[in-house]
């Protein structure tokens, strides 16, 4: 018996020119929980490549950018700028992360991957490609429910490698919760400072993570926090009387968040004059501007943030439908 041959899908390949901060970073939750190490900056690049990633996208796409854009955006410096690119690299190759899904199978399954599958370098193009690790589509495309996206501006200006970290964790719960709570022991987990003998006094865990992260966050992203430590209402003699910690999330009323810039058709001097003078000239203009801007977002930005440019097209049309009517 002959087997059909399954369809392979078409890898999608994008020439990236720079990362844009209202692009939207969106994870699988258990994606974002999963236990891994990397460093300010390892982070800055794996998740500004995430936020490249379109709703569209079928399989993991793999990404051309051009090396001293990258070599900037990542701050390195010196003559050694380009090496230490290419070690950077070569570490997001390396390194695993570990992610844990008591959904497979109604059993426990645990996988350990890497996050590139491969970073590849063209001299002669002053170019590298980036290709993720094929295990990880499952949290990254074709995503429902059980999901998060944020904005990468809310990442980006953030110093502190555990910021990253808790942000993205408690920007799960933004808005649906106020308040979430983690026994001590399942944050140092998650924040993988469980075997740092530093953190082993919770003071140094309140100095040195939970109060420089909850400044950053608050100073750059989208959502405002604050940390309590609570202790344990039965405990013993010589244990740390903290059991809980508790973070209380709202909305940042400082943050702006970045808007895609809308393309302008050109005009006239004749028309531009024209629409100074007929209403429905300017509403004609203003329903057009608003379909280039819908267009120019698709796929880069929140359902929320593109339901939201849709109705305001759809006010424009009734306003029109409006004005043609009353004359």
């Not at 998740?47 to 990258?70: A, H, Q």
């Not at 009387?241 to 809308?262: G, H, K, L, M």
């Amino acid at each position: 018996m002959i087997e059909e041959k399954k369809e392979k899908s078409v890898v999608r390949k994008a020439s990236v020119k720079k990362f844009e901060d209202y692009n939207q970073v969106t994870q699988d939750n258990l994606l974002i929980k999963s236990r891994y190490r990397l460093s300010t900056r390892e982070q800055k690049l794996m998740l500004s490549l995430l936020s490249e990633i379109k709703k569209t996208d079928v399989t993991l796409p793999i990404f051309e950018m051009n090396t001293n854009y990258l070599i900037d955006y990542l701050g390195l410096k010196g003559v050694d700028a380009y090496k230490s690119l290419k070690q950077l690299t070569e570490r997001l190759k390396e390194k695993g992360l570990t992610i844990r899904d008591k959904t497979k199978d109604k059993e426990e399954h645990e996988l350990q991957t890497n996050w590139l599958a491969s970073a590849e370098y063209f001299k002669s193009k002053n170019c590298v490609e980036f290709e993720f690790s094929e295990k990880l589509m499952p949290y990254l495309i074709g995503l429902v429910g059980n999901f998060t996206s944020f904005q990468l501006k809310s990442l980006m200006r953030l110093k502190n490698k555990y910021a990253f970290k808790i942000y993205m964790i408690l920007r799960r719960w933004h808005p649906h919760k106020g308040e979430v709570d983690f026994s001590l022991k399942e944050l140092k987990k998650l924040l993988m400072i469980d075997r740092k003998k530093a953190y082993k006094e919770v003071s140094n865990i309140r100095v040195k993570i939970l109060q420089p992260v909850r400044d950053e966050i608050n100073k750059y992203t989208d959502i405002k926090i604050n940390v309590e430590l609570l202790e344990k209402t039965n405990r013993y003699v010589g244990r740390s009387p903290i059991d809980t910690v508790r973070f209380t999330i709202q909305e940042n009323p400082d943050y702006i968040p970045a808007t895609p810039p809308s393309k302008e058709l050109p005009f006239s001097d004749d028309e531009k004059a024209a629409l100074k003078k007929s209403p429905s000239q300017k509403f004609a203009h203003d329903i057009q501007q608003q379909e280039l801007l819908i267009r120019n977002i698709d796929g880069k930005v929140s359902d929320d943030e593109a339901s939201l440019q849709k109705l305001k097209l759809e006010q424009l049309k009734l306003e029109f439908e409006s004005l043609k009517k009353s004359n």
